[in-house]
Every structure is written in structure tokens, then in C-alpha cells.
């Protein structure tokens, strides 16, 4: 392809970026999907000869888009946001255009430094504490990782090299596989499944401790286990925290836990990587209470700072433990700066050895938005989700089962679990939008989260009125049914409230 | 940013790569850098309010491209290629503009349904074995991982895991932390530093065998060191061999190592991530042979098959070794189709849990190109590869330290490593072109590798007649400061015959 090819297929992929973009509320947010219908329309070997890019970009049309679940529709509202931006957008071009690698400092300087900056500037955006700046005197400072997953591993594994080499030095009696064979780790109940996958990839057990009623893990319930395990042997290593859980956006008490930690020398990670946004905004400023004491953050950018996926900010308070920990080195990796000054070599602070140049569209993306508008965003986010938090409680058929935090809203129809999956099965077969369930003590119930580049309040308007009325629905077919069959004994208690509850509240 | 804002910056930024890859030749292809220059230009916050889109492209020109080396220049001959290609660049930025996730096929199945076809598709185009297709009855399929990196930890993890339950289950006399304190892997002493990196976050210790005098490993070499490690009562677990080592793309014996592996019941991982893409090639069948015994591969689409970083495709011949290992589930994950029907839901087939849609970039990157397109490719540069070899056999100042291999030639001035060194060192301050060292047997060499999206014959000249100039620059210089000394008797050995073999040569 030629230069004149290049220019033409990128601006028709501009042009088809914006058509989707722009037109994204037309369609549903869940494909009408079933497994191999993508598979089935498409051919079995690559095309021999080259074709046109418009046929290429005809196909992405007709096959690929009708079966996607549009994770840019206001109408998602699975999951958490992975939200992206112009700036973004025309980053990942620009990173691809480009196309250096950045695993070394000699590899690509400028790669490298722009992530110094940039980590630097979101440091002091979400008002970090300073230990965690490049610019800080200290070992301490921000790398880009590719998720969250990612950087909660990087944190457990150095946790866990470091822990056996202190071990080993105060117990000199013990091999090392009866050292690695004692290490235990902690979270809690309510945690990312990635953490309890970082467990099994670290072969090190994490024993996902019971968060409070509130959904909260706090000090005393770390202590209680760090205690039991020290009392039979155990070497406690690493505690990885919530700030802004899965579930239900429950944050641990940081305060609490690194006393603990502290006490006990276990390293403490905060996976902040949906609730990390609101650092960044003063009327959230408790959240930020105990960051100080931490060893280790993570935040996810695509959750709040609309720069696409994948880009994970992690800071460390001394980089060293990890660099220390991961540095395998080879002669052809070698370069003449290395060692000599303080600029990282990032590959050492990672899992993988390449790297992508993920600071440019973070850089694009903060100075096309500003930091105001990158505020402005997440309590957009916000008011969104009162504005639904308000529409639930006002309706009585309908409770919510945890505070509204953030974006987030947790609610579910009163009454037992098979209503809940009921309404969101009937709502996942309309695929006007998307939620997922989740479950606490026995009970389950809806996420309603606010995603999207842009979402309006017409927008929560339209989920809400899907819900509802989805609600109305199902409880008039399931009332008419068990009239017709005259089976009104087979109408379950449940059933009976909520139409009652919805005549009271018209 | 609004559309028409979004449109305009899109198109000037198209304008901007087509600008800086057409022009690419007349850039130095390393920077004139030292540490701290780029992150001494730019603010230390982010702005509070926008910049518009222009001043952002203005100091990506101005303070970016300078500290940047450029991995797209036909004079970057270092380390391996990491290439792109119109398709490519493309790809990426409507991976973005459409900003989907997936994890699991619901979270958007067109996006896992595609890369169950393109893996197919280039399994096919490789030729390899049928049982990594996922299209074949049984439980293999292809995977994309971050990079080579992700995909060797990957099978190491997997491969531990495995041996843990099954050694458990013929031992059950002993504990879980004995059965992993004597597990082992092995591999060559020329592979790849991930993969002792792997070994570190494995807390596997991974032997890296001495390989022959050719730098292969084979069979016996790993035999040798099985019996040796079953004796002193170790669980050897997974043997990583390479197709194409970084240092001189030398290539493991698959055929014998595969049947120790068979006969010990050890993983067998071939990491191609180079090579891999020669599997296209009639004329290079012979790099395939053994394959079909072997349990996992990796290869990398950014090396030969004109697909940007990143993209690291995996075979499994069983996926389900993996996804038994990594499987931790949370309800908000689960979906109808999970375990109905055999389309994989990925994020069990790697570290993270997120995952963007790369199968798009290979999609379109395949499709624009064609089979032959990118078989072509391939062909290129081992066609540059032999002109380079040629200019180098033909000056007999110089050696080659190994056969050419794909797009590789390892060579040196003859005489001692100091010249190779000072050699290296003046091509790096005159920043032309880009190559790094390698080392064997204490000897140490150059790695001319052949890079670039578009590299041609006039390039290999360009960059032989920077080499062979500045050795004679060299050699001329140190006499002429010998002489002027009258230090004859410091000109080492060495130079001595340098200036002899030059004299001869010309």
C-alpha cells in the first residue's frame, strides 16, 4: 500500500470512526449473537492475493460491528467504563504510526521520558503522595502497565521476592522452598478475580479474608489472620487492597490496614482501579486518607481519565524492590546510560520485555481535555449516577442494596433473586443496555454503571425507562399467566409484593 | 473535542505519519539524547485548561521525534524488527475509535470470534500442525498475547501447574510446598532473557543448558540434565526451545528435544518469535520439523508478518491446560454460553483480564496484504539479508561469526573484541544506523538485522558503506596516533592486521 492508499484508508477509517461513534445510540448495545455466526461468515484462509481496504472496512460494517457489544454506548452499563476519547483515539494512531518500542531507555528516549512526565503530572493530579513522583528524591515513581491485573501481579510477585530474601536472611535454617512454601498473602471477599489469579500465578496461597457488612475490609480483621498465620508458621507478604471494589465500589480502610502492614512489615497495594479517579477531586479527599503509607497503587485510565485501554498507572514507593526483583539482563540489552543516572529502564518494572509508546496518547489525551475537563468528567460521572440513584428510590418496587459510590449504583426489584435474574434476562434478551449482576450474602442484585465518552442524563432517562417498565412487564405476563392457568397459588409471595408495590407507588 | 474537531486533528494526524515515515531516511535513526533532555522541556502539571490539538502535534514534531529512535527507519538494524504496515497503523486506530473489550466471547463476541479465525488463518499460512487449529476436533486453538514474554510465562505457569496436580496425585505422600520446591525447567543458554525472567516470576528455576558449539540445544544435552536433576530427585516441568535465539538466530534440534520430552512427560514450548514467520516458506520447511510434538508456540506477528506491536500469537495444543489453571471466576463474569460451546472465552487463556481487539490489525493487516503479501515479505529480508552477508564475506577485513539466518548476519572485524567494541561505539555516536552486540564464547559480534516496513538494497549499501567507512576511519586514526606518538609498539596485534586485510582488500 502506498502512501496515496495510506491517506485515502485513513481518512475513510476517520470518517467510519465517527459514523459509529456518532450513530452508536441507534443501535442495540448487546449483539444478537449466537457462537460461530461471525466465524461462519467469514473465510477459512487468508486471501492469496491482496484486497482493497474497502472491502476490508464494507465487512468491518455488515459482519464485525453487528457483533459487538459497544462498549462506547451510553447503554453499557456493564462492568466498569472503558471509555475512550478523541485524543485518545488519534493517539493510538499516532503511537501505531510511530511505532517505537520503549523497554529500555536507549531504546527510544523520548518514549521513556514521556512516561516519567506524564505519570508525574497524574501523580500530582490525583494529588499522590510526593514519594511517589519521579521528580521526588526517593526510589520512588509511575510506570504504565497494560492492566490492572498486571500491575497487581508486578506488586505481588516483587512482594514475594522480597519477602524471601529478608526471610532467608533472619531464618538461615530454612531452604528456600520451605521459605516459599510459608508465604501467604491477603485480601478481601469482595476483591477482582484478578487478584486471587495473581494467588495462583505467584504460587503463593491469598487468602481473601471476609470484607465487613459494609463491604469493607478493615485492620482488625487483616491482624486477626496476619496473627494466626505468624502463630503456625506462616509468612505473611502482601495485603492488596480496594479502593472501589467490583461489586460494589466498597473502599478499604486504608488508615487500618497499613497500621497493620506497618506492624507487621507486609507490603501494602491499593488496586484502585476504578475509585482512583476521584483522588483527583477535593470533595473526594477521603479517599486519599492513608495513600501515604501504601507501597503500591494501581489505577486504571481507561475507567476515568479517557484514555483508552490499555493503560494501567502504577506507582511504587521504591521501584527499586521491583527492579531488584524482575532485572534478568542480557549483553545486547545493554546501554551506555544505564545504571548512570536515575532514568528507568521500564522493562525491569514490568512483566513483559516490549513495550508500546502508551504515554503519547495519555500526554494527547490530558492536554486536548486539560485537567479540568478531566475533573469535569468524573463528576459528570457522578451526577449521572445520582440522577439514577434518585429514579430507584423513588420507585418502591425497587431498593438499592449498597450507597451509591461514585458512578456506581447496586440495586435490585425487592423481593427474592429469581426476580432480579428474571428482569436482567429479559434485559439482556431486549439488549437495549447492558448490566451484569452481582451477589453479596445470599442476594443478588443489578449494577447500574455509568460508562460511555459521553453520556447524558437522556441517557439515564432511557435505561431507567427500560428497567421499569421491563419490570412492569414481567410481573404483568407472570400475574396473567397464573390467572389464565387459575394457578394464582403458583404467584410466589414475591411476586405479589411487587405488584402491590408498584400499584402504590403510580 | 466535537466531530468535526475530532475529524480535522484525525486527518492532520494521517498527514503527520504519512509525513514521517516518507521522510524517515533523512532522520539520524538514534537521537542525539541525553537522559532528562525531553522531560526538561515539558510542563511539570497538565494544563488546566485545553490545548488545542495543533500545539500538541507541533511538540510531538519539535521535542518528541527528536528523542526518539526510530524503529520504522531502514537503518534501524538492532535487536529484531518490530514492523508495521499501513493495515496496521490502521488497525490500531479503528481498534480504538471502536474501543471494545474481550475478556469473554459476551463482552464482545465479534471481537473473540475474529481472533479464533485470524489464528486459524495464520496456523494455516504457517503450516502448522492441524491440532493447534481451533477449527480441529480436538482442544487446541491460538491465542493473542501481549507479547513473547506473556506467551512463554504463560506456558511455564500452565506447565507448573499441571506438573504440581499430577506429581501430587502419583506422590501423595508429599506436601504441595515439597512438590514445588523440586520442580525445574530447562533451556538454552542463547535463549531469550524472558525466559529466565519467567523462570524468576515462576519461582521455577529454569537451567539454561549450554548449547553446542553452534549454538543449538538438542536432545541429549537435555537428557543429560533430566537424569541428572530425576536422580537428585527434581520434577523437571517444561523444556522452552528456541527457533531463532536473539543472538544469532540459531535454531533448537525440536525433533530430538521433543522426544526426551515425550519420554520424561515434560511441556514442550518452542518460543519462534522470530523465526516463526520463515514456517510460511517452502524453501525453510525444515524449520518446522518436530513440530507436531510439541504441547506450545510463540511468534510474533510484529517481526516478520508487518502486524505492530503489540501482537504475540500462541498455539496451544491444549488449551485446556491453561484454562484449568488460570480459571478464577466471579459472577459478574459469567454468561450463558460459558461452557455450552467451545468458543473460548481468552481471558483464561492469559495473565491479564482485559484484552483489547487486536485479531482487527491482523485482520486487515492479512487481508491488505495477501498471503503472498506477506510471504513476499519474508522473503525480502532474507534476499537483504544474503546482500549484506555478501558485502561482509567480500571485505576481508571482516568475519562472520555464524551462518546467516532469515534476516540476520552476525559478523565482527577480525582480531580481538576491542575493535568490535570501539567499532560499535563510533556507529552509535555517528547515529546512522543502529545495531547492538552480541557475545559468544567470550567473542564478541555485531547483529545486522534487516528492519523496517519498507527496507531496500540501497539501504544494505547505505548502512555496509557506514560500517566498512568508519572501520577504516578507525583503523587509519589509531595508526596515525601510533605513529605520531611513535608508539608503533602500542598498535596492538590486532590493528596490525586490520590494516593488512584492508590493504589486501582493496
Given amino acids: 500500500m502506498d502512501f496515496d492508499e495510506f491517506r485515502e484508508f485513513g481518512h475513510a477509517s476517520i470518517e467510519f470512526i465517527i459514523n459509529y461513534l456518532s450513530s452508536i445510540r441507534e443501535r442495540n448495545v448487546l449483539p444478537n449473537a449466537v457462537p460461530y ?6 473465510p477459512k484462509e487468508i486471501p492469496e492475493q491482496p484486497e482493497h481496504w474497502r472491502e476490508v472496512l464494507k465487512d468491518l460494517e455488515s459482519i464485525i460491528l453487528p457483533g459487538l457489544t459497544h462498549w462506547q454506548s451510553p447503554y453499557f452499563n456493564a462492568f466498569y467504563p472503558s471509555s475512550s476519547s478523541a485524543g485518545s483515539i488519534i493517539g ?7 511505532g517505537v518500542l520503549g523497554f529500555s531507555w536507549i531504546c527510544s528516549p523520548a518514549c521513556t521520558e514521556l512516561e516519567v512526565v506524564v505519570m508525574d503530572w497524574l501523580a500530582k493530579f490525583l494529588k499522590l503522595p510526593e514519594h ?5 528524591e526517593g526510589p520512588g515513581g509511575g510506570v504504565i502497565q497494560g492492566s490492572a491485573s498486571e500491575a497487581v501481579l508486578v506488586a505481588v510477585l516483587a512482594a514475594r521476592e522480597q519477602a524471601v530474601v529478608s526471610y532467608r536472611e533472619s531464618h538461615p535454617e530454612l531452604s528456600e522452598s520451605e521459605v516459599r512454601g510459608r508465604l501467604v498473602a491477603y485480601s478481601s471477599d469482595q476483591s477482582n478475580s484478578c487478584i486471587e489469579k495473581a494467588g495462583v500465578l505467584a504460587a503463593m496461597p491469598i487468602r481473601l479474608l471476609p470484607a465487613g457488612e459494609d463491604l469493607v475490609l478493615r485492620g482488625e480483621t487483616l491482624k486477626k489472620a496476619i496473627e494466626e498465620d505468624v502463630a503456625s508458621g506462616r509468612i505473611p507478604v502482601i495485603c492488596i487492597a480496594t479502593l472501589g471494589t467490583t461489586g460494589t465500589c466498597a473502599y478499604d480502610d ?5 497500621t497493620v502492614c506497618e506492624e507487621f512489615k507486609v507490603w501494602l497495594h491499593v488496586d484502585a482501579a476504578y475509585a482512583g479517579g476521584a483522588f483527583a477531586l477535593e470533595e473526594c479527599s477521603d479517599l486519599r486518607k492513608g495513600l501515604d503509607r501504601v507501597d503500591s497503587l494501581n489505577f486504571n485510565l481507561h475507567k476515568f481519565m479517557l484514555v483508552n485501554f490499555d493503560c494501567s498507572a502504577m506507582w511504587l514507593r521504591d521501584a527499586n524492590k521491583v527492579v531488584d526483583s524482575f532485572n534478568v539482563d542480557r549483553i545486547y ?4 546510560h544505564e545504571g548512570q543516572s536515575q532514568i528507568p529502564d521500564f522493562r525491569h518494572w514490568q512483566i513483559p520485555l516490549g513495550r508500546r509508546f502508551r504515554a503519547l496518547k495519555v500526554w494527547i489525551t490530558f492536554r486536548t481535555l486539560g485537567a479540568e475537563g478531566l475533573r469535569n468528567h468524573v463528576r459528570k460521572h457522578i451526577e449521572l449516577a445520582k440522577q439514577f440513584e434518585e429514579l430507584v428510590t423513588k420507585d418502591s418496587r425497587f431498593e438499592l442494596v449498597a450507597p451509591r459510590a461514585l458512578g456506581l449504583v447496586c440495586f435490585r426489584p425487592k423481593g427474592d433473586n ?3 435474574a428474571q428482569l436482567l434476562h429479559r434485559l439482556m434478551e431486549r439488549k437495549k443496555i447492558y448490566m451484569v449482576k452481582a451477589e453479596h450474602a445470599g442476594r443478588q442484585f443489578l449494577r447500574f454503571v455509568v460508562c460511555g465518552m459521553d453520556s447524558k442524563p437522556s441517557d439515564i432517562e432511557f435505561a431507567w425507562t427500560e428497567i421499569e417498565s421491563q419490570l412492569t412487564a414481567l410481573l404483568t405476563e407472570q400475574s396473567l399467566a397464573a390467572r389464565k392457568t387459575g394457578n394464582v ?3 410466589t409471595q414475591h411476586f405479589k409484593i411487587h405488584l402491590n408495590d408498584h400499584e402504590k407507588s403510580q
Fill in 37 to 42: 455466526a461471525v466465524v461462519n461468515q467469514l
Fill in 92 to 98: 493510538e494512531l499516532l503511537i501505531a504510526g510511530i
Fill in 132 to 136: 511517589f513522583l519521579h521528580a521526588s
Fill in 254 to 258: 486504608i488508615e487500618t490496614l497499613s
Fill in 333 to 336: 540489552l545493554k546501554h551506555k
Fill in 418 to 420: 429469581e426476580i432480579t
Fill in 489 to 491: 397459588a403458583d404467584l
